[in-house]
Structures are given as C-alpha cells and as structure tokens.
C-alpha cells in the first residue's frame, strides 16, 4: 500500500514539473507580452493573421492588415511578435513539386 502512495506521489510530482509548470511559464510570457504592445507593433493573431497595431485600449487591439484594413481583435488573441525573418507584406513562398530544397 505505502508503495502505491508513493508511485501516486511521484506521478503528482512529475505532472507538475512537465505539464503545469511550463503552461504556467508560457501563460506568464504572454501575459507581459500583451501587456508590452504598443502601436505600429507588427503581430501575429492566434488564427494566424499578420496585422500593424494601429490603436489599443484595455479589452482590444485594431489592426491594420492590409492598406485601408483594419480589424478589431480581442487583446489576448494576439499570439506573438512578427519574426524579423519573416516579411508580412509580401508573398509566401510555396515550392513547386519536385522543386530541391
């Protein structure tokens, strides 16, 4: 029995180390980083929308996402910065079949 309260126990322990604690991590990050956006911040929205911050207040951000385009979007929708490496206002490049990489 004390045996089966111990494997019970270290399941907890391990759950915690590798499940909650990282979410809890990542919830905290994004927390500052929406708490840290300012206007003309090139973002990305959870659905994967590239957009120009061009005005905030507590709840929302309105973003501008092509010329004459803006949208409204809950604050905490906003995933992540614009990777520098990566140009919003140009095409995808898609490979064609059969193209080497």
Do not use: C, W
């Amino acid at each position: 029995m004390e045996v089966a309260i111990l494997y019970f126990v270290v399941l907890l322990a391990a759950f915690y180390l590798l499940v909650v604690r990282p979410q809890r991590r990542r919830a905290m990050q994004h927390r500052g980083f929406v708490a840290a956006l300012e206007v003309g911040d090139d973002v990305i929205t959870n659905g994967g929308i590239f957009g120009t911050i061009r005005a905030l207040d507590d709840e929302a951000v309105e973003l501008q996402v092509a010329p004459g385009v803006t949208m409204k979007v809950a604050r905490v929708a906003i995933s992540q910065p614009v990777p520098p490496d990566i140009d919003p206002d140009g095409p995808p490049e898609i490979a064609a079949p059969g193209d080497e990489a």
